[in-house]
T-cell receptor, first 106, second 121 residues
């Protein structure tokens, strides 16, 4: 299985901050990397697919980048509704594994 | 607008079989461009991929669960189902069904709201 390592596991930030979350794969996987946002008691929501493609309806402050083994999710200006847990997911091979999540707190 | 809704018993006894159904509305499950899948999340934990099914019945399971998992599809009802046998407390989780886009990302672009399953006697 491809192991996904997210960092940091949690971070504290303020509204308006630029936030960066990293995801590293245990092997190279082209751009088969997706990002999800999950709020308490809710299902995850797709933000970014294919490493850098913004899902329809998602604000443009969410930016995905990376290729191969190293990927990044950037929130360019943190908004109050962005406080949540963020997960990366590899879809290069099965099983489609997720990172352990990054909790973005106030 | 496509919607997915999980349904199931809520409580399952240890060693029994967990059965869940995902009903797809607002679109057809018999679509060339999508898989349909199950993902779970234990309390306070991250997401775990269980497996997927195509409308023709082709399946792919997580090897860690493969010996206990069966995913099936009923195109006439626009539903797909999950069976997990010999459950233990470790199978207590929120179970989500989802639509997976076939192509360059295999992302889960539509999720059900999730259903909580507790394994307890």
């Amino acid at each position: 299985d491809i192991q996904m390592t997210q960092s940091p596991s949690s971070l504290s930030a303020s509204v308006g901050d630029r936030v960066t979350i990293s995801c590293r794969a245990s092997q190279t996987m082209s751009s088969y990397l997706n990002w999800y946002q999950q709020k308490p008691g809710k299902a995850p929501k797709l933000l970014i697919h294919g490493a850098s493609s913004l899902q329809s309806g998602v604000p443009s402050r969410f930016i995905g980048s990376g290729f191969g083994k190293d990927f990044t999710l950037t929130i360019s200006s943190l908004q109050p509704e962005d406080f949540a847990i963020y997960y990366c997911q590899q879809t290069y091979s099965t099983p489609r594994t997720f990172g352990h999540g990054t909790k973005v707190e106030i | 607008q496509l919607q997915l809704q999980e349904s199931g018993p809520g409580l399952v006894k240890p060693s029994e079989t967990l059965s869940l159904t995902c009903t797809v509305s607002g679109g057809s499950i018999s679509h060339n461009d999508y898989y349909w899948g199950w993902i779970r999340q234990a309390p306070g934990k991250g997401l775990e991929w269980i497996g997927t099914i195509y409308y023709n019945g082709d399946t792919n399971y997580n090897p860690s669960l493969k010996s206990r998992v069966t995913i099936s599809v009923d195109t006439s009802k626009n539903q797909f189902s999950l069976k997990l046998s010999s459950v233990t407390a470790a199978d207590t989780a929120v179970y989500y069904c989802g639509r997976i886009v076939i192509g360059d990302s295999y992302c889960v672009d539509v999720w059900g709201q999730g259903t909580t399953i507790t394994v307890s006697s």
